[in-house]
Structure formats: C-alpha cells, structure tokens
C-alpha cells in the first residue's frame, strides 16, 4: 500500500502553495462550477500522473534499486526548489470559449506537465512494485490538494499566506529529500 499511499501524501503536499493549485481557484472563480473543475483536474492529473509513474516504473529495468532511491530524493530535491522559486498566476483560459469542463481539463493538463508533482510520482514510479497505485494514489492526491480551491474560490488566497505555505513546503521536500539521499547511501 505504500505504492499508493506514500505518492496520495506527496502530490497533495505538492499541491499546496502551487500554482495548479492557484490555477483551481481561478477556475472555480471564472466559472462557479466545482464539479466539473474537479472532474477535469482528476481526468487531467490522470493523464500526467500515469504518465509519470509508468515512465518511472521502465527506469526500473535499467537501474539498479539504489539509483532508483536516488531518482526519488532528485523529484523530491527538484519540488523543494520549485518551492522557493516564485511564480505569476497561470492563464485560466481567459479567451477560451469551450466551456468550464474543457476549459479546466486543457488548461490543467498543460500547466500539470513538467510539474514538481510529475517528478515525484516518477520518482515513485521507479521504486514501486506497481506503477497503478502510484499512478491513482498520486492522482487522487494532485485532486485532494486543488480541491480546497475549488471550493473556497477567491476566498481562498485571501485565506492562505501561499509564499508562507510554499517555504514550508519546500523545507519539508528539502528535509524528505536528504533523509532519501543519504538512506540510498547506506549511512542510516
């Protein structure tokens, strides 16, 4: 179950502070429609996030376990400093006339790829018995962790101290980081 769990903690953590997760609210403020933001963000994330954990999982035939431990501390280590990296508000689709459901799953799905989350489930990806889970469990998490955007909408930066939030983010990933880098080497 750590296939499943480990990447579900990681992508909501991931989420937080971010800007998919500010690109969530601006979603849900542009089109009052949480729903079908919701159901886009989760078939957007499961396109990223499958793709990120199979890619993962064919770096498993190649290296060897503790490379594979390494790939992980490098997602985890690449999310810290993506962290402390600031960011302008993604384009919610402004322009686009295709509706809140398309809107939400075309815009989601490019600014998800390459994400800091994409790197973390590969990282898994490479060190689980089964893509799958990795793959559901860090979907579900991505959609766990946009989904208090949704709902709150613009109240929800006014509540969030996002530079706040996305330090601590960042030293937590630093800290998860390091204590995987130095696991991979045998020195705990």
Known sequence: MDAFFLPLVAAAVAEWGDKTQILAMLLATRFAKPVSILLAIAAAAAINMSLAAFGGSLLTQMIAPDAALLFLALGFLFAALGAFIPFRDPDAGQGWKIGALATSFTAFLAVEFGDKTQFITAGFGAISPNW???????????????????????????????????????????????IIAINAFFLI
């Open 132 to 178: 799958v889970f990795t793959a559901v469990g860090a979907t579900l998490g991505v959609v766990f962790g946009c989904a208090p955007a949704v709902m709150l909408g613009s109240a929800f930066r006014e509540k969030l101290p996002v530079p706040t939030v996305r330090k601590c983010v960042g030293a937590l990933f630093l800290l998860i980081s390091s």
